[in-house]
């Protein structure tokens, strides 16, 4: 139930909806001072959420850093599914996560890691037959990666399912702890805390940065469309995040 909800309450906290809700609003109204405020309310709204400056300024101070990594190998890297999905064909393909899957199998094949869990089932709402990390391994088979060393769970659906499941079969191929835990830098805030509430000991590793990564330019000041679908993703993160402080 949590899950289904979840899904259908994302709609209403993106900031394209209340944007688009005080605009609705303007048109729907009648008395002159509320259509004024509708009206400006949604303008404000829309420059906020369309400003790269503030995103890259809040991404900044969200986002996690890399740590510096030990010398020895880790037992396993977990890398969270999100980076690839199913086309109209019911073929897999990439998305532009796919960072996770480069940086997880960069840390494989330097010997940073000895193993590597891909996490990832189905997260849509009417899941199919497409299993995210089934499809993944495939990929990782054709560079050439050993099967002894791939390590699947492809039920999840989320990121509390990640933890968890990840947890249960780490265990049960006795891979031992720290892991270090691959995601994109929007979702390392929410996904670390998640596991390490599952009592297991991860070592951030964040990639993917979309935002907040790059020198300071002009036309940071210019409002843009990217960023009010960017502030849809960190929405989503620092509510999700908030809420999983009083789990």
Known sequence: MFFVLSKLLLLFILPFTWIAACLIATLIVRKPHLKRRFFISGMVLLLIFSSPFLLNQFAKRWDIQQVPLRSGPYSCVIVLGGFSGEDANGQGVFNPCADRFIQALKLLTTGKASHILVSGGNGNLLAGDFRESDWVKG???QFKVPDSLIVIENQSRNTLENAAF???ILAQKHLQPP???VTSAFHMRRARDIFQKQKMDVVPYPCNY???NGKFMITDL???AGP???WGI????VIGHTVNQFK
């Open 139 to 141: 990929q990782l088979e």
């Open 234 to 237: 960190y929405t989503k993160e």
């Open 228 to 230: 009010l679908m960017m």
């Open 210 to 212: 979309m935002a907040g």
């Open 179 to 181: 892991y270090l835990l």
């Open 166 to 168: 990840s947890k249960t």
């Open 222 to 224: 210019i409002p843009d």
